[in-house]
């Protein structure tokens, strides 16, 4: 049965207790019963507590301060912007159960990535949790873990699990992209809605559309009579849209086309980065359904919500009204040295960088090491944790990265200097763990025969880095409460095992096409009121290109910077950060967006002969599957004693490694074509 409860401070409550500048003010919980039908953890059945954050800002406040056009939002009777947002916890049930710590995940577009990663539940979704009926995985439920969500996302569709923010009373110009005649493309239309806005006119004779062959291609401007902000139906029929631009006449090749207008008033985005903080902050503080707060919280992050996390410490959120870090360690996976469009005007939360399709976006952008350091031009010195440091709210910090990272997410420039030449010290209170071998994107190696995910090589499937998430999550729990030290950072060595793609001696493997470079990363100038205002020069001037670097590799062409996890160390072929997926994409140095390939090694001596694979083949290397078990239960075993694998996750490694030879048996089969 559901449950409608309050908990929050009245308006005389917050006066009596000291009236903060920004704050939840009210928690209602529309829903509270047992999660997963109440099936039995170490630590207990768990429950599930859902419902709504309401918040509230001092738009004049210095907890306003960096929020873009917070001062042109409309405000309530108290003089304060309203907004709210959904949130999630799930905990166990029993009150001595749970171990003290909460982690909090920064959702991704309105969606969870700790499942299959800390936990593997099935149907799992933050807006209905009531879904999932089974979990087969769950070491840190076992443990007595609290986990919690709250929404932060402002152009996310409605219904998600995103977050309701006004919209300011202003607009400005708007910078639209999109791709023409590459993978499924039209040739003469695409979309004209950046930052949750389309054009406030759209008839306005100002627009211009430019039409690009790379990224920093001067181009050519399209006559305004020769495009208009309109998009065409199924049935030929064109209409009128502010949201749609459509080319009289198609493009030939592959372009991309740079779109700019005068936008409508544009949602309040960074209102995201506060209820980040404002929830936490709460949750930290207040008895929520009758349960004493956690003594520690730590957040967590993949992707996206890692670059968040990276720009929530770097504009100084991690500082609370009542002085203390709101997160007491972060655990950012697959950020890169990236951060994200997240707090200026138009903002695009969604964008990802050069390398997936999001043209000279406000992601990659200098700092890119925790402490100072020069930018590529000498004019600046920045480091991500400036903030922090100064406020004295650093929280404990686990870098955690795939070789894809280096390939696609601008990793080097975390750990050298921004022109690639020296290398950088590490924070105090941070490790970097690389995880050899692995991608952002896994996924099932078979898939690249499908039509829709079709691609030169199979798939990456390497699982290592996820493997390793809960065990990395206890350590950093015990760093922050008892101050045990967790394992030593494990990355690749300037030099050595960090190199110049040039210098990357990948093997000459047969039907194998090595990328030249990585996706392109230039200095971005977004205007001289970029922080205050927003960006004020769209597009932006293209400054000096960074200086990436990539992991090196062994003579199986599998990386050998990082830590080596269960499956790099015990491979079945040769684990890549890159693909081989669509060549009209290649000119905007897109190499395979994130998904990396694994290039099986061939199955016995005469075989790789036949394919003159210059690599030993599987059964030279294991003798059969016996041989290969043995080697992954001993290095089941290296892993738990050197802190990158919980002892209870033993049995289920090895039914997971189990697994991975039934994929080099049958990947065997289909990669590679016999040569002629």
């Given at each position: 049965?559901?449950?409608?409860?309050?908990?929050?401070?009245?308006?005389?409550?917050?006066?009596?207790?000291?009236?903060?500048?920004?704050?939840?003010?009210?928690?209602?919980?529309?829903?509270?019963?047992?999660?997963?039908?109440?099936?039995?953890?170490?630590?207990?059945?768990?429950?599930?507590?859902?419902?709504?954050?309401?918040?509230?800002?001092?738009?004049?406040?210095?907890?306003?301060?960096?929020?873009?056009?917070?001062?042109?939002?409309?405000?309530?009777?108290?003089?304060?912007?309203?907004?709210?947002?959904?949130?999630?916890?799930?905990?166990?049930?029993?009150?001595?159960?749970?171990?003290?710590?909460?982690?909090?995940?920064?959702?991704?577009?309105?969606?969870?990535?700790?499942?299959?990663?800390?936990?593997?539940?099935?149907?799992?979704?933050?807006?209905?949790?009531?879904?999932?009926?089974?979990?087969?995985?769950?070491?840190?439920?076992?443990?007595?873990?609290?986990?919690?969500?709250?929404?932060?996302?402002?152009?996310?569709?409605?219904?998600?699990?995103?977050?309701?923010?006004?919209?300011?009373?202003?607009?400005?110009?708007?910078?639209?992209?999109?791709?023409?005649?590459?993978?499924?493309?039209?040739?003469?239309?695409?979309?004209?809605?950046?930052?949750?806005?389309?054009?406030?006119?759209?008839?306005?004779?100002?627009?211009?559309?430019?039409?690009?062959?790379?990224?920093?291609?001067?181009?050519?401007?399209?006559?305004?009579?020769?495009?208009?902000?309109?998009?065409?139906?199924?049935?030929?029929?064109?209409?009128?849209?502010?949201?749609?631009?459509?080319?009289?006449?198609?493009?030939?090749?592959?372009?991309?086309?740079?779109?700019?207008?005068?936008?409508?008033?544009?949602?309040?985005?960074?209102?995201?980065?506060?209820?980040?903080?404002?929830?936490?902050?709460?949750?930290?503080?207040?008895?929520?359904?009758?349960?004493?707060?956690?003594?520690?919280?730590?957040?967590?992050?993949?992707?996206?919500?890692?670059?968040?996390?990276?720009?929530?410490?770097?504009?100084?959120?991690?500082?609370?009204?009542?002085?203390?870090?709101?997160?007491?360690?972060?655990?950012?996976?697959?950020?890169?040295?990236?951060?994200?469009?997240?707090?200026?005007?138009?903002?695009?939360?969604?964008?990802?960088?050069?390398?997936?399709?999001?043209?000279?976006?406000?992601?990659?952008?200098?700092?890119?090491?925790?402490?100072?350091?020069?930018?590529?031009?000498?004019?600046?010195?920045?480091?991500?944790?400036?903030?922090?440091?100064?406020?004295?709210?650093?929280?404990?910090?686990?870098?955690?990265?795939?070789?894809?990272?280096?390939?696609?997410?601008?990793?080097?420039?975390?750990?050298?200097?921004?022109?690639?030449?020296?290398?950088?010290?590490?924070?105090?209170?941070?490790?970097?763990?690389?995880?050899?071998?692995?991608?952002?994107?896994?996924?099932?190696?078979?898939?690249?025969?499908?039509?829709?995910?079709?691609?030169?090589?199979?798939?990456?499937?390497?699982?290592?880095?996820?493997?390793?998430?809960?065990?990395?999550?206890?350590?950093?729990?015990?760093?922050?409460?008892?101050?045990?030290?967790?394992?030593?950072?494990?990355?690749?060595?300037?030099?050595?095992?960090?190199?110049?793609?040039?210098?990357?001696?990948?093997?000459?493997?047969?039907?194998?096409?090595?990328?030249?470079?990585?996706?392109?990363?230039?200095?971005?100038?977004?205007?001289?009121?970029?922080?205050?205002?927003?960006?004020?020069?769209?597009?932006?001037?293209?400054?000096?290109?960074?200086?990436?670097?990539?992991?090196?590799?062994?003579?199986?062409?599998?990386?050998?910077?990082?830590?080596?996890g269960l499956r790099r160390s015990v491979p079945i072929g040769t684990y890549t950060a890159w693909n081989d997926t669509n060549k009209d994409a290649a000119r905007f140095g897109i190499i395979s967006g994130l998904s990396g390939a694994l290039i099986p090694f061939s199955w016995d001596e005469d075989e790789r002969a036949e394919r003159k694979d210059p690599r030993k083949?599987?059964?030279?290397?294991?003798?059969?599957?016996?041989?290969?078990?043995?080697?992954?239960?001993?290095?089941?075993?290296?892993?738990?004693?050197?802190?990158?694998?919980?002892?209870?996750?033993?049995?289920?490694?090895?039914?997971?490694?189990?697994?991975?030879?039934?994929?080099?048996?049958?990947?065997?089969?289909?990669?590679?074509?016999?040569?002629?």
């Amino acid at each position: 049965m559901k449950k409608a409860l309050l908990f929050g401070l009245s308006v005389a409550a917050t006066v009596q207790c000291g009236l903060t500048q920004a704050e939840v003010v009210r928690l209602e919980i529309k829903d509270q019963r047992n999660w997963a039908r109440g099936q039995a953890f170490k630590a207990g059945p768990y429950e599930a507590i859902s419902g709504t954050a309401w918040y509230e800002i001092d738009p004049q406040s210095t907890d306003a301060r960096e929020i873009t056009d917070i001062k042109l939002a409309p405000r309530n009777a108290r003089g304060r912007v309203e907004y709210q947002g959904p949130f999630l916890i799930i905990r166990p049930k029993q009150a001595s159960s749970v171990n003290g710590a909460a982690l909090f995940e920064v959702a991704n577009r309105g969606t969870d990535q700790s499942n299959r990663i800390l936990f593997v539940a099935d149907d799992f979704d933050l807006s209905d949790a009531q879904l999932t009926k089974d979990v087969a995985h769950a070491p840190l439920m076992d443990r007595g873990y609290t986990f919690a969500w709250a929404g932060w996302q402002s152009d996310l569709p409605a219904k998600s699990f995103g977050l309701t923010v006004p919209r300011a009373a202003a607009n400005s110009t708007v910078r639209a992209t999109a791709f023409l005649n590459v993978e499924e493309s039209p040739a003469d239309s695409g979309s004209a809605k950046m930052g949750g806005s389309c054009a406030a006119d759209a008839n306005d004779p100002t627009a211009s559309l430019k039409i690009q062959r790379s990224y920093d291609d001067v181009g050519y401007v399209v006559p305004r009579s020769e495009w208009r902000f309109a998009t065409r139906t199924k049935d030929g029929k064109v209409t009128a849209d502010p949201c749609s631009f459509l080319l009289n006449k198609p493009v030939s090749g592959p372009a991309l086309a740079t779109l700019t207008y005068r936008g409508d008033q544009p949602l309040v985005t960074g209102l995201g980065l506060v209820a980040v903080r404002d929830f936490n902050a709460y949750l930290r503080t207040h008895e929520i359904a009758g349960r004493a707060p956690p003594k520690t919280i730590m957040a967590y992050g993949y992707s996206q919500s890692a670059r968040f996390l990276r720009d929530f410490l770097y504009r100084g959120f991690n500082h609370s009204a009542a002085g203390r870090p709101v997160f007491d360690g972060v655990l950012d996976t697959g950020a890169g040295a990236g951060r994200g469009s997240f707090a200026h005007r138009y903002a695009q939360p969604g964008d990802a960088g050069n390398s997936v399709g999001s043209p000279l976006r406000a992601v990659d952008l200098y700092p890119f090491s925790d402490l100072p350091t020069r930018d590529i031009t000498g004019r600046a010195r920045e480091g991500l944790l400036d903030r922090a440091r100064r406020d004295g709210v650093s929280p404990k910090i686990f870098h955690i990265l795939s070789g894809t990272e280096f390939w696609a997410r601008a990793g080097s420039l975390m750990q050298t200097t921004p022109d690639g030449n020296a290398a950088l010290p590490e924070a105090p209170d941070t490790r970097t763990y690389v995880f050899a071998g692995t991608n952002h994107a896994p996924r099932p190696a078979m898939m690249f025969l499908k039509p829709e995910f079709k691609a030169g090589y199979p798939y990456n499937d390497n699982q290592d880095e996820f493997a390793a998430m809960p065990a990395l999550t206890e350590a950093m729990r015990l760093w922050i409460e008892d101050g045990t030290q967790p394992v030593a950072t494990q990355r690749p060595v300037l030099g050595k095992s960090l190199v110049a793609p040039a210098a990357l001696a990948f093997p000459k493997l047969p039907g194998v096409a090595v990328p030249k470079e990585p996706p392109p990363v230039w200095q971005l100038d977004f205007g001289p009121r970029y922080r205050s205002e927003g960006i004020t020069s769209e597009p932006p001037r293209i400054g000096a290109r960074y200086r990436l670097l990539v992991p090196q590799v062994d003579e199986d062409g599998n990386e050998i910077g990082g830590w080596f996890g269960l499956r790099r160390s015990v491979p079945i072929g040769t684990y890549t950060a890159w693909n081989d997926t669509n060549k009209d994409a290649a000119r905007f140095g897109i190499i395979s967006g994130l998904s990396g390939a694994l290039i099986p090694f061939s199955w016995d001596e005469d075989e790789r002969a036949e394919r003159k694979d210059p690599r030993k083949s599987l059964i030279a290397r294991y003798g059969g599957r016996a041989g290969y078990m043995h080697a992954a239960d001993a290095e089941i075993e290296r892993q738990i004693n050197a802190g990158f694998m919980l002892p209870d996750e033993r049995a289920w490694n090895h039914e997971m490694m189990l697994l991975n030879w039934a994929h080099a048996d049958a990947l065997w089969y289909v990669w590679p074509v016999k040569p002629k």
